[in-house]
């Protein structure tokens, strides 16, 4: 029992998973790095496939999410058969949805950027770089499925060491092919695409291994037959308010780069080199805001309301501090940062006067991520779906355009939008977990089930009674 209440401890769930995020960051920085070295449009072009990228994932990680979520509930509630199930069922469904995507973006690259208003002369570079690295969008589907069910049963340990692999070995290849060392072809931003490809491949494999024994019994070949319809209405009724969620989130993003590619190549290419930086801002605080997830959902899940309740204000408490130092520490260094990525000073100029308005976003991310999050670890995914659809088109999308665009106040307009969207869904994600709706149903179930089981401990009779 220890032992298992150490196992999901928000500590010992959160530093594996900061360390794999904080990795992916230090790696993808380098991997940008690289990529300007090519040319600030090569730049411009993964940044915007990689958002088309995202957009196209939540088709997948409606499954995964909601299957994680359904895995921790069903381990703190002692019905791990049922969890090791789910985790099977969530696995081949999301391996026939990715190599449905894979097909798509290798028939159809080009028309796809020109529906995203991608700028002309980005689309020979695009049309290469989407069809291989989209070709393998099979490959972070298993990933995503792999790693979000083995972190539910609270090793998060495996995850983060197959994640630092894979992201060496992509900036080996980068190096291979961006520079020509080690006898390697020249290939430029083809060759950035088959590195990614080939270290999401060899993830994809480790990843699996682990899942095989990620449970008390291990995973066999006969267990492909598994499935369960009740089990998957489960996880179908938690995820697919997920996946509007983060449908709500990455089309919303996917808009607004194309706004900004209206505006420009050098908007477009900002907004990608302050992508990269704003990520090490929220690294420790988003870590704790999965981390929470996991245990609340666990907690709650063993009926531990309580503990549950607590548990997020406790992530916030931690985060909030961190965050906002974070975005300090960028507004001090942050033209130095980004001169490592460009010289072009237009680039630099906006780069920086975005600086300031990152230091009102990070808290609000905060806030939103961590009470959002718990509100989806209880399964209350339909509030957090809700004021997505409300918020993230309404204020983030539609005042992007009208502002950014229309009004041709520019990218600085944009940045203000999307500060509006993070703190409005945050205040109404922290309005939902103070009035404790779904707690309160999980102790009006328990009450329920123990008086229950009161009544039929005394219509048994005493042995002797008859007599």
């Not at 983060?160 to 060392?181: E, P, S």
């Not at 490809?197 to 492909?224: N, P, Q, W, Y």
Request: glycine share 8%.
């Amino acid at each position: 029992m220890k032992q298992e209440k150490n196992k999901y401890s928000l500590w010992v769930l959160s530093w594996p998973i900061f360390i794999e995020l904080f990795l992916q960051f230090l790696l993808g920085a380098v991997d940008t790095l690289m990529v300007s070295r090519l040319s600030d449009d090569a730049v411009a072009v993964v940044g915007f496939s990689n958002q088309l990228f995202n957009a196209l994932t939540t088709l997948f990680a409606t499954v995964a999410s909601g299957a994680g979520i359904v895995i921790a509930q069903k381990i703190g509630s002692r019905r791990e058969e049922e969890g090791r199930t789910v985790a099977v069922i969530a696995f081949k469904v999301t391996l026939v949805i990715g190599a449905l995507l894979s097909i798509l973006l290798i028939a159809v690259p080009g028309p796809i950027a020109r529906v995203l208003q991608l700028p002309e002369e980005l689309l020979p570079l695009a049309q290469s770089y989407i069809s291989i690295v989209g070709g393998g969008m099979v490959l972070t589907a298993i990933m995503s499925t792999l790693s979000t069910a083995i972190r539910n049963t609270g090793n998060t340990k495996g995850p983060m060491v197959t994640a630092i692999g894979m992201n060496l070995i992509h900036i080996g290849l980068n190096y291979c092919f961006i520079f020509g060392a080690m006898g390697f072809p020249q290939w430029g931003i083809t060759g950035v695409a088959i590195s990614t490809v080939t270290s999401r491949f060899l993830a994809s494999i480790v990843l699996f291994l682990i899942f095989l024994g990620a449970f008390e019994r291990k995973i066999g070949l006969r267990d492909i037959r598994l499935f369960d319809r009740k089990l998957f209405k489960e996880i179908m009724e938690i995820g697919w308010p997920l996946g509007v969620n983060m449908a709500c989130w990455v089309f919303s993003q996917l808009a607004i780069f194309s706004f900004l590619a209206m505006l420009g190549s050098k908007e477009l290419a900002a907004r990608t080199y302050m992508n990269t930086l704003e990520s090490f801002c929220f690294l420790l605080g988003y870590s704790l805001a999965l981390a929470a997830q996991i245990q609340i959902a666990h907690l709650f899940g063993a009926g531990k309301t309580k503990q549950a309740y607590r548990a997020a204000y406790r992530a916030l408490a931690i985060g909030m501090p961190l965050v906002t130092l974070n975005a300090l520490l960028l507004l001090l260094f942050g033209k130095y940062l980004l001169s490592l990525f460009t010289s072009d000073p237009e680039i630099l100029a906006i780069g920086v006067s975005l600086l300031w308005l990152n230091l009102l976003l990070q808290p609000g991310k905060m806030l939103n991520m961590a009470l959002g999050d718990a509100l989806n670890a209880l399964g209350d995914t339909r509030f957090t779906m809700n004021i997505s659809l409300l918020s993230m088109w309404l204020v983030a999308t539609a005042g992007s355009y009208w502002l950014g665009v229309s009004l041709g106040w520019g990218i600085v307009a944009i940045y203000g939008c999307m500060i509006a969207d993070e703190y409005f869904r945050g205040a109404l994600s922290w309005m939902r977990w103070r009035g404790r709706k779904r707690l309160r149903a999980k102790e009006r179930e328990l009450e329920l089930e123990w008086s229950g089981q009161t009544v039929s401990l005394q219509t048994v009779p005493l042995a002797g009674a008859e007599s």
